[in-house]
């Protein structure tokens, strides 16, 4: 999980010009989270972690922040796996 | 062969086959009668291009009619690149024969794998397979006449009544509005723009054609009138609110790059009309291929086409990967390749002289259809807007 949250982290991190984002942060709230970034967020969480989100998936709360999104992504995995 | 094999090989492949036999002898008749013949459809159906593009897992069994291999080799490629090069190659091929079927096998592709990857596994068991059999045509409907690049501005209205919804607006422009039997349309929720699986016969919608279309007559266009069409619950796509930033992206983002392939296949179709004419026609005792102003035009004609060529392959090499750039690449190389086809198209024409703007050559559809293409799946200029945000994006502040 520390691994997903840090790669997530950096990703955010690039996708918002250097800004630092807490794990827990809303990046919505924030006024990071645009309609391009949402889609780049679901190309990276697949590409890096090879999961596929899928329509159960679309929830806003999935994609809050890096700790939703790691989340998310265990979540994945565990189902792969299982 | 790899996977940057180059363009300009001209070993024969079942798309190119299935296109100048089946496709290029009736480009002529759809431009004038603007509707797409039943033959060409079922040619295509039985050569399984309506499957292209969809995951091999989803569709149905075909069995390809014409030719007997494609000019990727499989066994130097990760599948899932041989399959996105063979369905570039496939548009590729349509765009030389006809850009209007090039443009109907685009929206099908774009609404199915909007629906193949954002529906649910009963939407999906439902509608792919006779999607991926071309028993079903799909197409997708964001455009309205007040809504063109935002989408995220719908004026159609979803109102949430029991079991379902009822929707109510109009679409405008959409490709095979006449012609498809299945939209993903987006209309707003209070959620935000949302998609919908619309049925061609479901009550309350009006299919109003658009006659007299510059070019790419054969897209069969038409605006959708909606008055309270009701649809179930389980013709929702995706989830509400999700819409315009996940269903109609991912929509688009297949046309791009499917546009940009078509582009590429157009081009190439008039620049080589082009070349045979520099060849033959002669003019001051020679051919005017000889002339360096002539050679001017076809050498940047070639660079143009294989440049594109390149985009192309190189955005669908990183669809298929999963690469990160990969809506950049999509975004750059339908930007580039939409402009490269009018350039080249332009040139063509020029190089026919009076026959180019003559009834006898295909040089004036190809110079008709040439200008639609950098209006639709996103403008010359919204997509600049897009290429330099992913690009800045790229790099630290």
Request: with cysteine; aromatic share 6%; proline share 4%.
């Amino acid at each position: 999980m520390s691994e997903s949250i840090s790669a997530i982290a950096a990703f955010m991190t690039r996708s918002f010009d250097g800004a630092e984002i807490a794990p827990d942060q809303d990046i919505f709230e924030a006024g990071y989270g645009n309609s391009m970034f949402s889609m780049q967020l679901v190309a990276f969480v697949e590409s890096h972690f090879g999961i596929e989100v899928d329509a159960d998936d679309l929830d806003i709360d999935n994609f809050r922040s890096i700790n939703r999104v790691a989340s998310l992504v265990a979540r994945k995995q565990s189902l792969v796996s299982a | 062969m790899t996977v940057f094999a180059s363009l300009t090989d001209q070993a024969p492949n079942h798309w190119r086959i299935l296109a100048q036999e089946m496709v290029a002898p009736f480009a002529r008749q759809i431009d004038r009668e603007a509707r797409v013949p039943p033959q060409v459809v079922t040619a295509l159906r039985q050569a399984g291009a309506f499957a292209s593009g969809f995951n091999r897992r989803l569709a149905l069994p075909v069995t390809r009619s014409q030719g007997t291999g494609g000019d990727v080799a499989t066994d130097q490629v990760p599948d899932q690149v041989a399959a996105a090069l063979d369905h570039g190659a496939l548009h590729q091929a349509l765009g030389a024969a006809s850009a209007s079927v090039q443009g109907v096998l685009n929206v099908h592709h774009m609404g199915g794998s909007a629906l193949a990857k954002w529906g649910s596994k009963a939407q999906k068991a439902q509608w792919l397979p006779r999607l991926t059999s071309g028993d079903m045509r799909c197409a997708i409907a964001m455009t309205e006449p007040q809504v063109g690049s935002d989408i995220s501005a719908v004026q159609t209205r979803a109102r949430p009544v029991a079991k379902g919804y009822a929707l109510t607006g109009r679409k405008a422009w959409i490709t095979c509005g006449d012609f498809a039997d299945l939209f993903v349309l987006i209309a707003s929720l209070p959620q935000g723009p949302t998609a919908f699986l619309l049925p061609r016969d479901a009550p309350g919608l009006t299919i109003a054609p658009i006659d007299d279309m510059l070019g790419c007559r054969g897209y069969m266009m038409a605006d959708l009138i909606l008055d309270e069409v009701f649809l179930l619950d389980d013709h929702l796509l995706g989830r509400p609110g999700f819409g315009a930033s996940h269903v109609a992206v991912t929509g688009l983002e297949s046309g791009r790059i499917n546009l940009a392939w078509g582009c590429v296949g157009l081009a190439q179709a008039a620049c080589q009309c082009a070349m045979r004419r520099a060849k033959t026609r002669q003019q001051f005792g020679g051919a005017i291929a000889d002339f360096q102003l002539v050679q001017q035009m076809l050498a940047r004609m070639t660079t143009d086409i294989h440049a594109a060529g390149l985009m192309c392959r190189s955005a669908s090499v990183a669809r298929a990967l999963r690469q990160m750039d990969a809506a950049k690449q999509a975004t750059m190389a339908k930007y580039f390749a939409s402009q490269m086809v009018g350039r080249v198209t332009r040139d063509a024409q020029q190089i026919f002289g009076a026959e180019g703007i003559g009834p006898n050559t295909p040089m004036a559809m190809y110079h008709r259809d040439s200008r639609i293409m950098e209006v639709i799946e996103g403008t010359t200029q919204v997509l600049e807007s897009m290429i330099a945000r992913l690009a800045l994006a790229e790099v630290p502040a």
